[in-house]
């Protein structure tokens, strides 16, 4: 059995019977909502493409998007506002996103796998794995799920933002989206919360002073 599974089986064998793996896209750019995976496999599923989301190009990840859909038990997406990150900050507004799915998911699970994201002890049982999402296959599943969501979303607003080149670095903090940024401005997917935001902010603001 493929070594991505195994911590599926060991859950397995503690007597778990739905496994959700659980992981984010978007913790690092400076514009754009973060959105969270969530999904369940059958019991034994397995699919060898199935991996880090970073790992897949662009193609392979729409395919298996799809795929995904179509093979899991259940699966949701979170979609977290600009708004709500600036509120919470991105780790927060991650382990919020997945436990909003835990409770809103079709399949009530008893056990989640997380990439390197402690769910608090209130929450189900859980393993938070670091760089999960290259370990599990659940947990690389959910994030082709959020990924692929969260690049269909930033394309979209590069229709309506079409000066910041969303479409080519998807919001992060890129040479050229920081030009943009100084030339344009912010937008209002920018999160204020982030520095080279708000250092374009303050630069805003003192013009006013002056």
Do not use: W
Not at 28 to 37: C, S, T
Not at 57 to 75: G, N, P, Q, S
Not at 129 to 146: C, E, N, Q, R, T
Not at 185 to 200: E, L, N, Y
Request: charged share 30%; proline share 4%.
């Amino acid at each position: 059995m493929c070594e991505r599974l195994q911590y599926e089986n060991e859950a397995y064998q503690k007597g778990y019977h739905y496994i959700i793996g659980l992981d984010e896209a978007g913790r690092g750019p400076m514009a754009g909502p973060l959105v969270v995976g969530g999904v369940i496999f059958p019991k034994g599923f397995y699919d060898e493409r199935i991996n880090d989301s970073k790992k897949l190009t662009e193609k392979k990840r729409e395919v298996l998007y799809d795929f995904i859909i179509e093979k899991a038990l259940a699966y949701d997406i979170e979609v977290i506002s600009v708004e709500e990150v600036d509120k919470l900050n991105v780790y927060e507004a991650s382990r919020t996103g997945m436990r909003r799915i835990i409770e809103r998911i079709g399949v009530k699970p008893d056990f989640a796998l997380t990439d390197a994201m402690p769910l608090g002890d209130d929450a189900i049982d859980h393993l938070s794995i670091i760089k999960g999402d290259a370990k599990s296959m659940s947990i690389g599943g959910a994030s082709i799920l959020a990924k692929v969501t969260r690049d269909r979303i930033m394309k979209e607003y590069a229709k309506i933002y079409p000066e910041y080149g969303f479409e080519k670095h998807k919001g992060y903090v890129t040479k050229a989206h920081k030009e943009a940024l100084a030339k344009y401005g912010i937008c209002p997917i920018h999160r204020r919360s982030f520095k080279p935001v708000q250092d374009v902010l303050h630069q805003q603001l003192s013009l006013f002073d002056d």
